[in-house]
C-alpha cells in the first residue's frame, strides 16, 4: 500500500514513476509497472523470508537495469533492504543517487518471521551485510520515528540522513461507512448474523503479525461474550487459520475472507465495531493502523512503540503477546460503545491532521531535491 501510494502521489505532483517489481501481483491502471520473468522451479512464492528471494532479487536487478539504462532516472528510489542493495548497483551504473525506503531492520525482521536464530551461524553475516546496505543511500527515509531512532542508534546512521515519513492513508477512501444498507448487506453476504458484535482484522496472516494470539483471543473472549464476531481478512495460510479456528472451537464466530481487493477494503472494514492489530513487532510499521483510523474505527493494539506512535493515547492497548490482555482489551472495546465510537471519531480526525499523502508526497520531493543537488 505504501509503495502504491506513493507512486500516485508522486505522479500527480508531475513527475514520472516506474515501478520495477517481482514477477506475481496485479497491475494498476495509470501506473507503469516493469515485472520480472519467472523462475521455472517456483511459479508461486509466500509473503516475507525466503530463500529463494535469492533469485527474484537477481531477476529483479536484472530488471531495473534494463528499465533503468534507456529511461535514465534522476532517482532511484529502493524500497525494503533488497531494494535498496539493487537501486544502488544501478544506480552506480546510470549516475542516479539512491533514496532507500526503509521499514524496519532486515535481521529483526527475520527472526520475527522465525527464518532466522540470532544464535545461529547466519545471523553475524546478515546483520553485517544489513549493516552495509544502510550506508548506500544518499538519503533514507522511515515509515515512523522510532525507526529513525533504530538507525541512528543500532546502525550509526547519521541523522541528517534521515527523513521520518510516516505511512499515510488516503482519508477520502477510507471513511467511514455512508450506507448502514450496504453494511448490512455484504455482512449477510460474508454470513455474518445480524445481531453480532464484529471484530475487523486486514493483513498479513503469520505467526509474526499475532494471527495465533488474535484467535486464541477470540476464544478466551467468546467465552464471556459469546455474541461477537470476528472478521479476518488476508491471506496467506487461510487453510492453516481456519484450522487453528477449528481446533479452538470458534470456526462459528470467524470469518476468514482471503485477499481482499484493495479497492474493496474500506467496504470490508465498515462491517467493524472494532479493528484489531496484535502484531508485535517493535521495529517494522504497521500502516494497517492507517486504514483503521481512516475508518473512525476504535482499534485494539499490543502496545508496542509503533501502534504507540500512528494511535497516540487514543489507542486501546493490551500487553505485548499477553492473549488474556488483547481478549479484556477488545471487551473493554466492545463494552463502552459511546466511548469507544468517541476514540474511533478521535481517531479519523488524528490520522487527518497527521497522515496525509499529499503532505507526505512534498516531504519526499524535498529529500530527492537534496540528494540531487
Given at each position: 500500500?505504501?509503495?502504491?501510494?506513493?507512486a500516485?502521489?508522486?505522479?500527480?505532483?508531475g513527475?514520472?514513476?516506474?515501478?520495477?517489481?517481482?514477477?506475481?501481483g496485479?497491475?494498476?491502471?495509470?501506473?507503469?509497472i516493469?515485472?520480472?520473468?519467472?523462475?521455472?522451479?517456483?511459479?508461486?512464492?509466500?509473503?516475507?523470508?525466503?530463500?529463494?528471494?535469492?533469485?527474484f532479487?537477481?531477476?529483479?536487478?536484472?530488471?531495473s537495469?534494463a528499465?533503468?539504462?534507456?529511461t535514465?532516472?534522476d532517482?532511484?528510489?529502493?524500497?525494503?533492504h533488497?531494494?535498496?542493495?539493487?537501486g544502488?548497483l544501478?544506480?552506480?551504473?546510470?549516475?542516479?543517487p539512491?533514496?532507500f525506503d526503509?521499514?524496519?531492520s532486515?535481521?529483526?525482521?527475520?527472526?520475527?518471521?522465525?527464518?532466522?536464530?540470532?544464535?545461529?551461524?547466519?545471523?553475524?553475516?546478515l546483520?553485517w551485510?544489513?549493516?552495509?546496505?544502510?550506508?548506500?543511500?544518499?538519503?533514507?527515509?522511515?515509515?515512523?520515528?522510532?525507526?529513525?531512532?533504530l538507525?541512528?542508534?543500532?546502525?550509526?546512521?547519521?541523522?541528517?540522513?534521515?527523513?521520518?515519513?510516516?505511512?499515510?492513508?488516503?482519508?477520502?477512501?477510507?471513511?467511514?461507512?455512508?450506507?448502514?444498507?450496504?453494511?448490512?448487506?455484504?455482512?449477510?453476504a460474508?454470513?455474518i448474523?445480524?445481531?453480532?458484535?464484529?471484530?475487523v482484522y486486514l493483513?498479513?496472516?503469520?505467526?509474526?503479525q499475532?494471527?495465533?494470539?488474535?484467535?486464541q483471543?477470540?476464544?478466551?473472549l467468546?467465552?464471556?461474550?459469546?455474541?461477537?464476531?470476528f472478521?479476518?481478512?488476508?491471506?496467506?495460510s487461510v487453510?492453516?487459520?481456519?484450522?487453528l479456528?477449528?481446533?479452538?472451537?470458534?470456526?462459528d464466530?470467524?470469518?476468514?475472507?482471503?485477499?481482499?481487493?484493495?479497492?474493496?477494503a474500506?467496504?470490508?472494514?465498515?462491517i467493524?465495531?472494532v479493528?484489531?492489530?496484535?502484531?508485535?513487532?517493535?521495529?517494522?510499521?504497521s500502516g494497517?493502523?492507517l486504514?483503521y483510523?481512516?475508518?473512525?474505527?476504535?482499534?485494539v493494539?499490543?502496545?508496542?512503540?509503533?501502534s504507540?506512535e500512528?494511535?497516540?493515547?487514543l489507542g486501546?492497548?493490551?500487553?505485548?503477546?499477553?492473549?488474556?490482555?488483547?481478549?479484556?482489551?477488545?471487551?473493554?472495546?466492545?463494552?463502552r460503545?459511546?466511548a469507544?465510537?468517541?476514540l474511533?471519531?478521535?481517531?479519523?480526525?488524528?490520522?487527518i491532521?497527521?497522515?496525509?499523502?499529499?503532505?507526505?508526497?512534498?516531504?519526499?520531493?524535498?529529500?530527492?531535491?537534496?540528494v540531487?543537488a
Amino acid at each position: 500500500m505504501r509503495i502504491l501510494e506513493e507512486a500516485s502521489i508522486l505522479q500527480r505532483l508531475g513527475n514520472r514513476v516506474t515501478v520495477c517489481t517481482y514477477n506475481r501481483g496485479r497491475d494498476i491502471p495509470g501506473l507503469d509497472i516493469r515485472r520480472t520473468a519467472a523462475i521455472p522451479w517456483r511459479t508461486d512464492y509466500e509473503v516475507g523470508s525466503s530463500r529463494h528471494k535469492v533469485a527474484f532479487d537477481a531477476l529483479l536487478a536484472w530488471k531495473s537495469l534494463a528499465v533503468a539504462l534507456p529511461t535514465r532516472p534522476d532517482i532511484i528510489h529502493g524500497h525494503l533492504h533488497e531494494g535498496a542493495l539493487i537501486g544502488s548497483l544501478v544506480g552506480k551504473v546510470v549516475g542516479a543517487p539512491l533514496v532507500f525506503d526503509f521499514q524496519g531492520s532486515m535481521t529483526a525482521e527475520m527472526v520475527d518471521h522465525r527464518f532466522l536464530d540470532p544464535q545461529g551461524k547466519l545471523y553475524r553475516p546478515l546483520r553485517w551485510l544489513e549493516e552495509r546496505i544502510v550506508q548506500l543511500p544518499k538519503a533514507i527515509i522511515t515509515s515512523s520515528h522510532h525507526a529513525a531512532e533504530l538507525l541512528q542508534k543500532e546502525f550509526s546512521c547519521p541523522g541528517s540522513k534521515i527523513t521520518a515519513i510516516s505511512d499515510c492513508v488516503n482519508a477520502d477512501f477510507f471513511a467511514p461507512a455512508r450506507s448502514a444498507a450496504a453494511v448490512s448487506e455484504l455482512g449477510a453476504a460474508l454470513g455474518i448474523p445480524a445481531e453480532r458484535e464484529v471484530v475487523v482484522y486486514l493483513g498479513l496472516l503469520a505467526q509474526w503479525q499475532g494471527t495465533d494470539l488474535l484467535l486464541q483471543a477470540a476464544a478466551e473472549l467468546l467465552l464471556r461474550r459469546p455474541n461477537v464476531h470476528f472478521l479476518i481478512m488476508g491471506f496467506p495460510s487461510v487453510e492453516i487459520y481456519q484450522g487453528l479456528a477449528q481446533n479452538l472451537g470458534v470456526a462459528d464466530h470467524v470469518t476468514f475472507t482471503g485477499k481482499i481487493p484493495y479497492e474493496q477494503a474500506p467496504s470490508y472494514l465498515g462491517i467493524g465495531d472494532v479493528a484489531v492489530a496484535p502484531k508485535m513487532s517493535t521495529t517494522e510499521g504497521s500502516g494497517k493502523l492507517l486504514n483503521y483510523m481512516a475508518m473512525g474505527l476504535p482499534t485494539v493494539a499490543f502496545d508496542v512503540p509503533v501502534s504507540r506512535e500512528y494511535l497516540g493515547d487514543l489507542g486501546i492497548y493490551a500487553q505485548p503477546g499477553d492473549t488474556s490482555s488483547l481478549a479484556l482489551a477488545l471487551e473493554t472495546a466492545l463494552d463502552r460503545k459511546d466511548a469507544s465510537q468517541a476514540l474511533g471519531l478521535a481517531l479519523r480526525e488524528r490520522v487527518i491532521q497527521r497522515h496525509s499523502w499529499s503532505v507526505a508526497g512534498e516531504s519526499i520531493l524535498e529529500v530527492y531535491d537534496r540528494v540531487s543537488a
